[in-house]
């Protein structure tokens, strides 16, 4: 009896079997176009997005993001939490414990070890790891058993999805690696070339800048999973292009970042061949009031310092009148389309720390003009207003970008509007975003009245975000000019919250303090003015199925799901 | 003549090495930073840390003499490993490119077949459209034939590549829907299937490069010819009742060839040097891919090898193109 009964479930699930699952390589092969070629299939020793996405169809961390943000299990068997004790009650560790019967694509078996290796092969003080930001406040990791890894940190972490949780920090295999630590790290361009992962695909061949190609993993731990015998990831070329490709002609089956003008995507989406895909994440684009005078009169080592306080951008009144003569859905329809959303908030997602903040989405030149009347900038007689003898004059820096430098001059007509002369200046995104400290023209020494960028946060959590703007992060000639609290914004209260925060682990009130700190920087003092939140659009073709697009973690990240529609 | 050569190759090696100290000063001394484009969310300790793995924390002097270092000795030195299967370069640092972290020879190797089949055979192809239409077009000047001939030229000159190259994408690629548009770089050549798939999606690139060429060479070569026709011995030649074809074809074309082999030769480390954007157009990913992207990023040790590389080709073909001249024209001599 017993017999039978299996035997007719072994039946029933041959016979449902095709029609039901995909088997693994049965769907040929899958054409994914990047614009932005791949350098190197190691993220920890490049940042770059196209590096980071690539890597994640081979190597896979412990835990990955969903499409809302979610935590969920890669290779650990789940989710540690105060509650199932994965997390200690003091914040202080955090224990994963791993699938059992995980094999890399070589065949060996995946352990504990090779977890605690990835962390010192990133905290290396030599190896110049990229993605070390994940691994900061580590103290050590103990590997009790090979399924198990015990992460202990100095300091209480409310938040310890940072290491191992996302496509920033896969783990790699310590019999690979094992020799590339500390200073050798560039010199095994093998290794990083083709490491060798737990992930749906391994690598058969890669030419840097230029092309991956892969076949399915027959180690796979879903033995139904890829349904993509081969796969292959061409780089170069521009985001148009990249477009055309998916929707126009068919060439290739997902196209990243397909960053083009509204207008132009619209029309080679008409051609039926694909689909356009957005989400939002945490990239707003936004105008930072600078708080110090940055006034080329003063010396150097005091200019743009908290010393001087910012003639006229102090007054919180002048700052509100900017932002409120400013029209956001104008500006996010000319720019980005369906990819954009006007925002007030600092932090718009993901939705449980973004505040209900859109005081700030109507445009109110008459408000304005009102708040500058009261703040004593009376009009002078070429529009442009005046207060004790010195006109409402502004500098407005950027990066070179043809969206910015639209947004640029919409700002600066509605500026005008309200009696505000504004100066326009752009500088090449190497330099603006450089960092050097030897040039003025960096957007962290900030020596211009207002400027304006995008920026967002990595993961789901946006407390290391918002502990940006703390007052000892300001940059300076002290810290080198290095610092990302560039508006040098200063409030013992906001220091406090921060405080705070990091000791709360209970997610509603951590919710609830991310959102109080991000409206006293938003709303309640206008330092930041958030314009548009920026999303992500990417095409696939119509003849590709399992597409969710995620923002929070690599978009390639349900690359097992994918399939072919017949 | 041996005597100028090696004089010549003598006087070349402080021009080089000049070459290579403005090349890394300019380098040095452009805005932009090899970091400029890492995300934001990199906490700038981090960033810091990242720079020192470059080797960017030493002075410009030290880093240029390493570099030198590594081109003349190291990277010879594993050449020759690679050859004779020896081991002299164990250990030696080689020049790492900041992008992709693995030394920049190898990408360059890797990338140059791709360059060489598209812009070579490009070249190779506009040399045989150039040749018999400067020819025919000289000997028939202002016919329609040379008009139409001058007519194509004058578009092959004036229409930037990545005019015609967009054009041609529309047109075949989107519109008819003949040919792909991007080029598939790891196509292996294999049987005739394969075959068939270079051919179609060499054709665009090629032909928008081909035509570009001829269009230059076609013009020095009906020049020259031009110049040969007048002249006496041409009198001569067809007084002494030779016939016209031999006049021509023998008499003045060798002639008329003589500047154009020059010309040519000064245009192959062009060839080297990839198609920057019509490789960028096509998604070729050649050399002059590498070269631009490499730029973009800041990364200095690869535009310093690239670039350096393209000033090697070119001094040596210069040297080359006099050469040849000699040979080809005995009233020249060098000694």
């Given amino acids: 009896m017993r017999l039978k009964t299996l035997m007719l479930g072994a039946a029933a699930s041959v016979a449902l079997a095709p029609s039901a699952f995909a088997e693994r390589g049965s769907d040929g092969q899958v054409n994914i176009i990047y614009w932005q070629a791949p350098s190197t299939l190691n993220p920890y020793l490049s940042s770059g997005t196209k590096d980071l996405e690539a890597s994640s169809l081979v190597i896979e961390p412990l835990a990955g993001f969903d499409e809302k943000g979610v935590v969920f299990p890669r290779l650990a068997a789940e989710i540690p939490s105060v509650e199932n004790g994965g997390i200690s009650q003091d914040l202080k560790s955090v224990t994963w414990k791993l699938k059992p019967g995980l094999k890399w694509s070589d065949g060996t078996p995946l352990t504990s070890e090779d977890v605690k290796f990835t962390a010192d092969y990133c905290m290396n003080p030599e190896g110049g790891c990229a993605q070390l930001a994940r691994y900061e406040g580590i103290d050590s990791i103990e590997t009790p058993d090979p399924l198990t890894v015990v992460i202990h940190f100095r300091e209480p972490r409310p938040n310890p999805f940072t290491a191992f949780t996302g496509a920033q920090s896969p783990v790699l295999q310590k019999a690979q690696f094992g020799k590339c630590v500390g200073s050798g790290a560039s010199a095994c361009t093998a290794e990083n070339f083709g490491p060798i992962g737990t992930g749906p695909f391994r690598v058969v061949e890669f030419r840097t800048n230029d092309s991956v190609t892969l076949e399915a993993n027959p180690n796979y731990r879903d033995p139904e999973k890829p349904a993509f015998a081969k796969a292959v990831l061409k780089g170069g070329g521009d985001a148009a292009a990249a477009a055309r490709a998916v929707l126009e002609t068919g060439e290739f089956d997902y196209a990243w970042n397909t960053l083009v003008p509204p207008d132009a995507l619209k029309g080679m989406a008409a051609a039926g061949k694909g689909k356009i895909v957005t989400g939002f994440g945490t990239l707003v684009e936004r105008i930072e009031m600078n708080l110090t005078d940055p006034s080329p009169d003063l010396p150097e080592g005091e200019r743009a310092t908290a010393r001087h306080p910012h003639p006229i951008l102090s007054d919180e009144r002048v700052r509100r009148a900017l932002s409120m003569a400013i029209d956001r859905t104008l500006l996010t329809e000319i720019g980005f389309g369906d990819a954009g959303r006007p925002t007030c908030n600092l932090v718009p997602a993901p939705e449980t720390f973004a505040s209900d903040n859109t005081g700030c989405l109507e445009q109110d030149i008459e408000g304005a003009k009102k708040l500058l009347d009261e703040a004593g900038w009376a009009p002078g007689a070429d529009g442009i207003r005046q207060k004790d003898g010195k006109p409402l004059e502004l500098l407005f820096q950027s990066s070179v970008n043809p969206i910015r430098q639209d947004f640029q001059a919409l700002i600066k007509q509605w500026w005008q509007e309200i009696g505000v002369a504004t100066e326009l200046k752009s500088v090449d995104p190497s330099v603006f975003f450089g960092g050097d400290a030897g040039s003025p023209d960096t957007f962290q020494r900030f020596y211009a009245d207002v400027e304006m960028y995008a920026n967002n946060f990595d993961g789901t959590d946006p407390e290391p975000y918002l502990a940006r703007y703390t007052c000892e992060k300001a940059p300076g000639p002290e810290s080198q000019w290095q610092g990302e609290n560039v508006n040098r914004y200063c409030d013992p209260e906001y220091d406090r919250l921060i405080v705070e925060l990091g000791k709360t682990a209970d997610i509603g009130q951590r919710a609830d303090l991310a959102k109080r700190l991000n409206d006293m920087i938003t709303k309640d003092s206008m330092t930041i003015v958030p314009l548009v939140d920026r999303g992500r659009v990417s095409a696939h073709s119509n003849r590709l199925g399992g597409v969710i697009l995620n923002t929070w973690d690599s978009e390639l990240w349900n690359v097992a799901d994918w399939t072919r529609v017949k | ?335």
Avoid at chain 2, 247 to 264: D, F, G, Q, Y
Avoid at chain 2, 293 to 298: R, T
């Fill in chain 2, 1 to 335: 003549m041996l005597n100028y050569a090696l004089r010549r190759v003598l006087l070349a090696v402080p021009t080089l090495l000049f070459i290579s100290l403005v090349i890394f000063l300019l380098l040095e001394a452009s805005p932009g930073d090899p970091l400029g484009d890492i995300p934001m969310t990199i906490p700038p300790e981090i960033r810091d840390r990242m720079r020192e793995a470059l080797g960017l924390g030493q002075a410009w002097y030290v880093r240029y003499v390493m570099w030198l270092q590594q081109f003349f000795w190291v990277e010879p030195l594993h050449a020759f490993d690679q050859i004779f299967g020896t081991g002299f370069s164990r250990g030696m640092q080689r020049i790492i490119s900041f992008q992709t972290r693995s030394p920049a020879f190898d990408v360059i190797a890797q990338r140059l077949p791709q360059t060489l089949t598209v812009v070579g055979l490009s070249y190779v192809l506009g040399i045989l459209i150039a040749v018999p239409i400067g020819i025919v077009s000289a000997y028939r000047q202002y016919s329609w034939f040379d008009q139409i001939g001058t007519f194509i030229s004058m578009v092959g000159f004036s229409l930037p590549t990545f005019f015609t190259g967009v054009v041609l994408i529309i047109v075949f690629g989107i519109k008819l829907q003949w040919l792909p548009t991007i080029y598939d770089t790891t196509l292996r050549v294999t049987d005739w299937t394969s075959l068939v798939q270079q051919v179609r999606q060499m054709a665009m690139p090629v032909t928008v490069l081909a035509l570009f060429n001829a269009a230059q060479i076609s013009r020095f070569m009906r020049a020259s010819m031009l110049d040969n026709l007048r002249q006496d011995y041409v009198r001569t030649a067809r007084a002494k009742g030779l016939k016209e074809r031999v006049v021509v074809l023998k008499h003045v074309l060798r002639n008329s060839l003589i500047p154009v082999v020059t010309v040519i030769a000064l245009g192959l480390p062009a060839v080297f040097g990839g198609a920057i954007i019509t490789e960028q157009v096509f998604k070729v990913n050649g050399l002059g891919q590498l070269l631009i992207l490499a730029i973009n990023s800041n990364d200095i040790p690869m535009v310093m090898t690239l670039t350096f590389i393209f000033a090697i080709l070119i001094v040596a073909f210069t040297l080359i193109a006099d050469l040849l001249y000699g040979l080809l024209d005995p009233r020249i001599r060098y000694d």
